[in-house]
Structures are given as structure tokens and as C-alpha cells.
């Protein structure tokens, strides 16, 4: 079935685009990344589907931008990378042409896939497959959200009096916040205020 008449089909006026990244050879050696893209376009809402050599760069982030134009775009899927290292590159892009920022979907096709499944090509293809029907799937059901700042209380609640709680009490007290430091005990310490002596310097441990 042609795109434009599956996004009819569909019915709800989602129109995503898809950009599946070869990350050079990093995706693309062990993932058929064309494969994935081919796949990608049959999917459900989805009005175009393109591979791009390196997604991140201009000329990958130029593609993502001209198709939002060209196909009228309202949700983007990127498989690349971890959305730890990429996700505010491709918020800003699509915000650049006018779309809410956080209608914006990834699908880990490095970290969880060609560099996790390197000797298996056909088993990586497959997993990206799912990655990227999982996302497109996950982005037609993304909400437009906005931003806002609001005052918050600068101090810290922290739950716990043994030797962590008393460590991260002290340092954000350090840090200048006011601390509260609870504990289902009446004294602090934790297991640290029962022992006796603690190696190496054999010092009462409190
Ligand atoms: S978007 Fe991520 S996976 Fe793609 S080229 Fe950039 S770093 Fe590599």
C-alpha cells in the first residue's frame, strides 16, 4: 500500500518520518541498514522512511529537515544511537522546523544492537526491525509538551542515617542546601554504630 494512503487508513493525521543511521560502519557493518529502511516504510503512519550515513551531522540533520517539510512531518523517529548522546541534537533539529521538540522517538540500533550483535548480521537486522516498529509505534502515541520553569525548595530530604545518608547529608550541606536527615531509628549510624572496630585502623567505627 503506497504511504500516503496508509496515513488515510490511519485516520488519527500522524505523519512520521523515519531516519535510520548507518553511523558509517559503526550501524551499517552489521546491520542492513537498507533492509531496516525498506521496512521502516511499510510500517504503519509511517509517510517516509530514510537512511542517512550519518545522522548527527548537517547533511543527515538537513535530510530530517527537508523531509519535515516535504511530507509535512508531525512525529520523527531517529535509529541511531543512545538517545544519551544525541536526543537534545535531534530535539533542536526538528524545533528548528517548527515541531514541538518532544515529538521526537528513538530507537537504539548501536549500543543495543550492531555493537551487541556483530557476528550475526541476520539476527541484528531482525532486532533493529523490531527496535524501529517499536518506536514508530511509541511516537504515535508522543504528546507535544512545553517547557516551563517553576521556583523549587532548596533544600533535601534525606531518607537514611547510616554512612551514605550521613555522607550525602554532609555533602549537600557542603553544597550550601539545608538537609533534613531522617531515620527509622532513634540515633544515627546504621549498621556502622554496631561494630566495635573497623579495619584498618581498628578505630571505634563511630
Ligand atoms: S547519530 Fe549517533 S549513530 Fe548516527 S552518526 Fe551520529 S553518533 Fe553515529
Known amino acids: 500500500m503506497p504511504n500516503e494512503e496508509k496515513q488515510t487508513a490511519a485516520g488519527d493525521g500522524l505523519r512520521v518520518g523515519v531516519f535510520i543511521c548507518d553511523c558509517g560502519l559503526n550501524i551499517a557493518g552489521s546491520v542492513d541498514t537498507q533492509a531496516v529502511t525498506d521496512y521502516a516504510a511499510t510500517l504503519p503512519r509511517v509517510v517516509c522512511a530514510v537512511r542517512n550515513r550519518y545522522t548527527c551531522a548537517d547533511p543527515g540533520q538537513n535530510e530530517i529537515k527537508a523531509a519535515i517539510r ?3 512531518l508531525n512525529r520523527v523517529v531517529v535509529a541511531s544511537c543512545s538517545p544519551l548522546m544525541h536526543e537534545p541534537t535531534f530535539r533542536a533539529c526538528i524545533a528548528s522546523e517548527g515541531l514541538n521538540p518532544y515529538l521526537l522517538e528513538m530507537a537504539n540500533l548501536r549500543e543495543h544492537c550492531s555493537w ?17 516498529k517499536s518506536a514508530a509505534a511509541r511516537a504515535a502515541r508522543l504528546q507535544a509538551r512545553e517547557e516551563t520553569s517553576m521556583p523549587v525548595t532548596q533544600a533535601a530530604l534525606v531518607v537514611g542515617g547510616g554512612v551514605a545518608g550521613i555522607q550525602a547529608s554532609l555533602d549537600l550541606a557542603g553544597a550550601g542546601y539545608q538537609v533534613y536527615l531522617v531515620d527509622k531509628e532513634p540515633s544515627i549510624g546504621g549498621i556502622m554504630a554496631r561494630l566495635d572496630k573497623t579495619f584498618p585502623t581498628m578505630d571505634c567505627a563511630i
Open 70 to 72: 516535504e511530507h509535512n
Open 116 to 132: 551487541v550483535h556483530g557476528g550475526d548480521k541476520d539476527g541484528a537486522t531482525a532486532k533493529a526491525k523490531d527496535l524501529v
